[in-house]
């Protein structure tokens, strides 16, 4: 009965290991790397302009985002944060002022051009400054400057002095 035992499992272990186990073949065999399809090159990049904007609508996003920048210099100036903060935010204030007087007449643009070289000098103040001797007084310019342009070049006062 032993022997009857012993050749049966024999016999199922030899047709087991003849069969295979093709899924298990599968599973650890090195897959073929299929080759990729080289991108298309493109020869003439377009450039996206995006959306049209009016004068008016230029002129608001950049007083705007000069305001905003200009108020983050005074909080720099009064937090006493890093020089290089300070910097970024007058360079920032005075791009945007920049692109404001763009889009002003020659008039306007005079007398946009002196609040832009005091900026520029308060830039340059700050950043020869690298104690911090003076913040309290460039805060003070700071404010000044903000009171003025802020009268003197809103939409409201100008909206007819855009090109």
Same mark, same amino acid.
């Given at each position: 009965?032993?022997?009857?035992?012993?050749?049966?499992?024999?016999?199922?272990?030899?047709? #087991?290991?003849?069969?295979?186990?093709?899924?298990?073949?599968?599973?650890?065999?090195?897959? =073929?790397?299929?080759?990729?399809?080289?991108?298309?090159?493109?020869?003439?990049?377009?450039?996206?302009?995006?959306?049209?904007?009016?004068?008016?609508?230029?002129?608001?996003?950049?007083?705007?985002?000069?305001?905003?920048?200009?108020?983050?210099? #005074? *909080?720099?100036?009064?937090?006493?944060?890093?020089?290089?903060?300070?910097?970024?935010? +007058?360079?920032? +204030?005075?791009?945007?002022?920049?692109?404001?007087?763009?889009?002003?007449?020659? =008039?306007?643009?005079?007398?946009? %051009?002196?609040?832009?070289?005091?900026?520029?000098?308060?830039?340059? =103040? #700050?950043?020869? $400054?690298?104690?911090?001797? +003076?913040?309290?007084?460039?805060?003070? %310019?700071? $404010?000044?400057?903000?009171?003025?342009?802020?009268?003197?070049?809103?939409?409201?006062?100008?909206? *007819?002095?855009l090109l």
């Open positions: 009965m032993m022997r009857k035992w012993f050749i049966f499992i024999i016999g199922i272990i030899l047709v #087991i290991n003849l069969t295979g186990c093709e899924a298990f073949v599968r599973k650890f065999t090195r897959k =073929s790397k299929k080759d990729k399809s080289p991108e298309e090159m493109v020869l003439a990049p377009e450039e996206w302009k995006g959306p049209k904007m009016t004068k008016e609508e230029q002129y608001r996003q950049y007083f705007l985002f000069w305001k905003s920048w200009h108020d983050e210099l #005074i *909080n720099s100036l009064q937090l006493s944060s890093t020089q290089k903060k300070k910097i970024d935010c +007058a360079q920032q +204030a005075m791009k945007n002022l920049i692109g404001m007087r763009s889009l002003l007449n020659e =008039s306007k643009q005079k007398q946009l %051009d002196v609040y832009l070289k005091q900026l520029a000098d308060l830039q340059n =103040s #700050i950043q020869s $400054d690298i104690y911090g001797t +003076a913040i309290n007084s460039y805060r003070q %310019d700071s $404010d000044k400057l903000k009171m003025n342009i802020q009268q003197r070049f809103s939409y409201d006062d100008i909206k *007819n002095d």
